[in-house]
């Protein structure tokens, strides 16, 4: 199983950056996938999480509003797209999956590696 997470970078704030997540070795429609962030000095935190089909989806008090994430399971990936970044968005950004929809890390039990999204003021 490997989850490969791209699209970070640097961006002014209330700029857009979308992320993106593509899953091997699995039938990724049958995964809930989530995407959590980690800040230097902080612990790792649920950002946003999409169920099998798409159709439900869940986000943070901190992001809902200005992130979406979506999936097209025809190309086994899954999206994050983040508007109005703020610099207290700065992380590295991973994907991971689970099989029951939900915020805890400990329902998911495979984790992409991180992206860095750098967020100036």
């Known amino acids: 199983v490997q989850l490969q997470a791209s699209g970070g970078g640097r961006v002014q704030a209330g700029g857009s950056l979308r992320l993106s997540c593509t899953a091997s070795g699995r039938t990724f429609s049958r995964y809930v996938m989530a995407w959590f962030r980690q800040a230097p000095g902080n612990e790792r935190e649920f950002v946003a999480a999409?169920?099998?089909?798409?159709?439900?989806?869940y986000y943070a008090d901190s992001v809902k509003g200005r992130f979406t994430s979506s999936r097209d399971n025809a190309k086994n990936t899954v999206y994050l797209q983040m508007n109005s970044l703020k610099p207290e968005d700065t992380a590295v950004y991973c994907c991971?999956?689970?099989?029951?929809?939900?915020?805890?890390?400990?329902?998911?039990?495979?984790w992409g590696q991180g992206t860095q999204v750098t967020v100036s003021s």
């Open positions: 999409i169920t099998w089909s798409g159709g439900r989806t």
């Open positions: 991971a999956e689970a099989l029951s929809f939900g915020t805890a890390q400990s329902l998911y039990g495979y």
